[in-house]
């Protein structure tokens, strides 16, 4: 697939990106957050061989992305929960499956919560959970201001292997990023950071987590220095049907960083 293969439907009065391949059941990814990120940038190096074994689709959420972002629109997780059930009802999508990564994790997690009869199974990758410290990688996303050195110095935080940041990336997301309104929607997300002490990011609690019914697989980088691993702890923790599989030498990309590993897992998992 191409990036040029981008397909647009109208969700929730945005307009909204998405990528589409394969058959079977349907597999919805979800991208996560951070400067000139999008469902391509996340998922192009799998979606087609998920597809293999799925319907794989690929929106941008509302606000990144090539997704339309609105000044006079309030971005929070119930508005992009809604719209991720629009952008399913607007392409024919009743029940799907769903990978989320870190954002995206959360919206699964809002997906299961505020609309269970619409999601299968649930994979969460590098997902916030509870009240965590805030790390280098979230703070200097709220803090970025476009350029490409800004941008690959960021980037620098996301994976154990440095040598996945290549240049056509950093430009890639740099361009994103540069979109009317991309930061705005980012900073919309993310907690500013404290000019003295630590900054607390407060994720979905723990009383919440209890309620998801869905069979849930958790996979984590062990080197993760965006999302702690603690928080992949804790979603099994209290998540009742929820299994965790960490990825040695492995940070925030777990899709790019452990790929073989990481299609393995997905498809025995939701293929099950």
Same mark, same amino acid.
């Given at each position: 697939?191409?990036?040029?293969?981008?397909?647009?439907?109208?969700?929730?009065?945005?307009?909204?990106?998405?990528?589409?391949?394969?058959?079977?059941?349907?597999?919805?990814?979800?991208?996560?957050?951070?400067?000139?990120?999008?469902?391509?940038?996340?998922?192009?190096?799998?979606?087609?061989?998920?597809? &293999?074994?799925?319907?794989? @689709?690929? *929106?941008?959420?509302?606000?990144? /992305?090539? !997704?339309?972002? +609105?000044?006079?629109?309030?971005?929070?997780?119930?508005?992009?929960?809604?719209?991720?059930?629009?952008?399913?009802?607007?392409?024919?999508?009743?029940?799907?499956?769903?990978?989320?990564?870190?954002?995206?994790?959360?919206?699964?997690?809002?997906?299961?919560?505020?609309?269970?009869?619409?999601?299968?199974?649930?994979?969460?990758?590098?997902?916030?959970?509870?009240?965590?410290?805030?790390?280098?990688?979230?703070?200097?996303?709220?803090?970025?201001?476009?350029?490409?050195?800004?941008?690959?110095?960021?980037?620098?935080?996301?994976?154990?292997?440095?040598?996945?940041?290549?240049?056509?990336?950093?430009?890639?997301?740099?361009?994103?990023?540069?979109?009317?309104?991309?930061? &705005?929607?980012?900073?919309? @997300?993310? *907690?500013?950071?404290?000019?003295? /002490?630590? !900054?607390?990011? +407060?994720?979905?609690?723990?009383?919440?987590?209890?309620?998801?019914?869905?069979?849930?697989?958790?996979?984590?980088?062990?080197?993760?220095?965006?999302?702690?691993?603690?928080?992949?702890?804790?979603?099994?923790?209290?998540?009742?049907?929820?299994?965790?599989?960490?990825?040695?030498?492995?940070?925030?990309?777990?899709?790019?960083?452990?790929?073989?590993?990481?299609?393995?897992?997905?498809?025995?998992?939701?293929?099950?």
């Amino acid at each position: 697939m191409k990036e040029v293969d981008r397909k647009f439907v109208m969700a929730a009065g945005h307009n909204t990106a998405y990528f589409e391949c394969g058959n079977g059941k349907p597999l919805l990814l979800l991208h996560g957050s951070g400067p000139g990120v999008s469902g391509w940038t996340n998922w192009n190096g799998v979606m087609d061989e998920l597809g &293999e074994r799925h319907h794989v @689709l690929v *929106p941008d959420i509302a606000g990144f /992305g090539f !997704t339309e972002f +609105k000044e006079d629109t309030h971005y929070d997780i119930k508005f992009w929960v809604n719209h991720l059930v629009e952008f399913m009802d607007a392409v024919g999508i009743e029940k799907a499956s769903l990978v989320g990564n870190s954002f995206g994790g959360a919206m699964g997690i809002g997906l299961a919560l505020f609309a269970p009869d619409r999601l299968d199974k649930l994979v969460l990758l590098g997902t916030p959970a509870g009240t965590f410290v805030q790390t280098k990688g979230l703070a200097g996303a709220w803090s970025y201001e476009p350029s490409i050195e800004n941008m690959r110095t960021l980037m620098e935080l996301f994976p154990y292997n440095k040598s996945l940041i290549t240049d056509a990336l950093v430009e890639s997301r740099y361009e994103a990023s540069a979109r009317p309104g991309a930061q &705005e929607a980012l900073r919309e @997300l993310l *907690p500013k950071p404290n000019d003295v /002490g630590e !900054t607390m990011v +407060k994720a979905f609690p723990v009383g919440a987590l209890q309620k998801i019914t869905s069979p849930t697989l958790v996979l984590h980088g062990r080197e993760d220095n965006v999302v702690p691993l603690e928080c992949g702890y804790r979603l099994i923790e209290h998540i009742p049907n929820a299994d965790l599989f960490v990825f040695g030498q492995c940070g925030h990309w777990v899709q790019t960083e452990q790929r073989e590993k990481f299609i393995r897992n997905v498809n025995a998992f939701v293929d099950c």
